[in-house]
């Protein structure tokens, strides 16, 4: 990856000018059956219709809060580009109350209701699937994303030492969590090509960087698995043979 890349969207840019076509996140949730692979281009897509959606439509602003109460799914991983594209601070499982903007799955649409600003929600369902009817007070992301553009410019230059993320507690800017993402890839042994596995859960930093920010600070790309434990050590074995992982946590 570029040396001089300061912020999780310059890692994606790298990532994107390196090798478009490889895989970056590959979704499993093992309650439903769904299995999607986002290359890094179709993730970098998701990413610039997502960020314009958030600077356009919402009209959402560099260091503004958002409230992202969402499990560890692809589409989580979206919106955190996306807001480290816009210099938005992503709030992980954050205060809707305290927030100017809230993203919800279809869990917490009721603790996302005090949050006083827009309100956007996921139905998490298998493809990007909208909701049958959106829920009250709630845009459904996958009826206003569609018809975003492919590509984005932010309205401002995102300050890599301003505050990207919030997450168990702790804050980190852009060039905080750019070193500590390359610090935890080489700790874990990724590099190019390197496939990590990961059922840890979006709600801490170590679930954040192996579901996400790590691989993607390496050159590699994460298999993330939700509701993991109900997979079973022989199946989980083929997985780890069938994505050709290399590290699993």
């Known amino acids: 990856m570029n040396a001089s890349d300061r912020t999780p969207a310059d890692?994606?840019?790298?990532?994107?000018?390196?090798?478009?076509?490889?895989?970056?996140?590959?979704?499993?949730?093992?309650?439903t059956g769904e299995r999607v692979?986002?290359?890094?281009?179709?993730?970098?897509?998701?990413?610039?219709?997502?960020?314009?959606?958030?600077?356009?439509?919402?009209?959402?602003?560099?260091?503004?809060?958002?409230?992202?109460?969402?499990?560890?799914?692809?589409?989580?991983?979206?919106?955190?580009?996306?807001?480290?594209?816009?210099?938005?601070?992503?709030?992980?499982?954050?205060?809707?109350?305290?927030?100017?903007?809230?993203?919800?799955?279809?869990?917490?649409?009721?603790?996302?209701?005090?949050?006083?600003?827009?309100?956007?929600?996921?139905?998490?369902?298998?493809?990007?699937?909208?909701?049958?009817?959106?829920?009250?007070g709630?845009?459904?992301?996958?009826?206003?994303?569609?018809?975003?553009?492919d590509r984005f410019a932010p309205f401002a230059p995102v300050d890599p030492d301003a505050p990207a993320l919030t997450v168990g507690g702790a804050g980190f800017t852009g060039a905080e969590l750019v070193a500590r993402a390359r610090a935890d890839g080489d700790a874990l042994g990724l590099g190019a090509g390197s496939r990590l596995l990961s059922g840890r859960t979006y709600d801490t930093w170590d679930g954040l960087s192996a579901g996400l920010f790590a691989p993607l600070a390496t050159g590699g790309s994460v298999v993330l698995c939700r509701h993991l434990g109900q997979l079973g050590e022989e199946k989980l074995a083929e997985r780890v043979e069938s994505e050709r992982v290399t590290r699993t946590v």
């Open 138 to 149: 709630f845009a459904d992301y996958a009826v206003e994303v569609p018809g975003q553009g």
């Open 11 to 31: 890692l994606l840019r790298s990532a994107l000018a390196a090798d478009p076509a490889r895989p970056m996140v590959t979704f499993y949730d093992d309650a």
């Open 37 to 136: 692979e986002l290359s890094v281009a179709t993730f970098a897509n998701w990413v610039a219709k997502t960020a314009n959606l958030l600077q356009g439509d919402l009209a959402a602003e560099p260091g503004d809060r958002l409230a992202l109460l969402l499990p560890a799914h692809w589409q989580s991983a979206v919106w955190l580009l996306a807001c480290a594209s816009v210099g938005v601070v992503a709030d992980v499982q954050g205060d809707p109350a305290a927030a100017d903007l809230v993203v919800s799955g279809p869990d917490t649409l009721d603790a996302a209701r005090a949050c006083r600003g827009e309100r956007i929600a996921l139905a998490l369902r298998p493809m990007g699937g909208r909701f049958p009817a959106p829920p009250e």
